[in-house]
């Protein structure tokens, strides 16, 4: 016995199947049989998505815990995004236990060949800076900030990744003093207003400390603009003061 819904449902499937074959469909092509005739199944209740659990982020590498460590991971270790291959490299060079430490932005064109800072055009005058100061290449700690030449500026990713290395290269080496040679060091380890403070003594926070600091040119620059030379040596005396105390 039918009831009254049931004869609705079986009017309305009547009416439209009439309908397509008054268009002039008279056929119904399907992989599976099915009644047409049939009342509509109840509808399944709606499931909400399963909350899936964001993703962790991915490890951070643990930095170097000696020096030794960090001299290899700079040699030859992703110690930055998209690292330069270890042919374009420049090792730290001195002595890592010296109570100044000198931080160049990167190396000169012809470092890397020579395998140490400073082996260019800038080195005669890079030399006699530190004879004005009473030191030569074996009493301090010479260390790039990036490994590698750079076509430009730093990348602000990778200039991040090399500030928290050099970070922890510092507080390994623990030097009495720094200085830092041009304006991406100083901007990453001082801040963005170093170079408008520059002629004064700043100081750079590794985590493990505070050391004094000065924010100088680069030798480089200096030898494009010899009128800067001035200012350059009051900073150095200024490190020099912090040296003799």
């Not at 000065?214 to 040596?233: E, G, Y």
Request: hydrophobic share 50%.
């Amino acid at each position: 016995m039918l009831h009254r819904g049931q004869y609705r449902h079986r009017d309305v499937v009547a009416s439209a199947l009439g309908w397509w074959a008054d268009a002039g469909v008279d056929m119904l092509a399907d992989e599976d049989v099915r009644d047409w005739l049939a009342p509509p199944s109840p509808k399944a209740p709606i499931v909400p998505p399963a909350v899936v659990a964001a993703a962790p982020p991915p490890a951070v590498a643990a930095l170097p815990e000696t020096l030794d460590a960090l001299h290899a991971l700079l040699a030859t270790g992703d110690y930055a995004p998209s690292p330069a291959p270890p042919r374009l490299r420049v090792a730290p060079s001195g002595d890592p236990a010296a109570e100044l430490m000198i931080v160049a932005d990167m190396p000169d064109p012809g470092d890397a060949e020579a395998g140490h800072l400073f082996a260019g055009e800038t080195a005669a005058l890079f030399d006699a800076m530190l004879g004005a100061m009473g030191f030569d290449r074996t009493r301090v700690y010479l260390a790039p900030f990036s490994p590698a030449r750079a076509a430009g500026r730093l990348d602000p990713k990778q200039g991040e990744a090399l500030a928290t290395l050099m970070r922890r290269h510092i507080a390994l080496a623990s030097p009495k003093a720094l200085m830092l040679f041009g304006d991406s060091v100083a901007h990453c380890l001082l801040g963005p207003d170093a170079l408008e403070t520059r002629g004064g003594i700043r100081s750079v926070n590794h985590g493990a400390g505070i050391v004094p600091a000065i924010a100088t040119f680069h030798p480089r620059h200096l030898r494009r603009m010899p009128a800067l030379k001035a200012a350059s040596w009051t900073d150095m005396r200024l490190l020099l003061g912090v040296l003799a105390r």
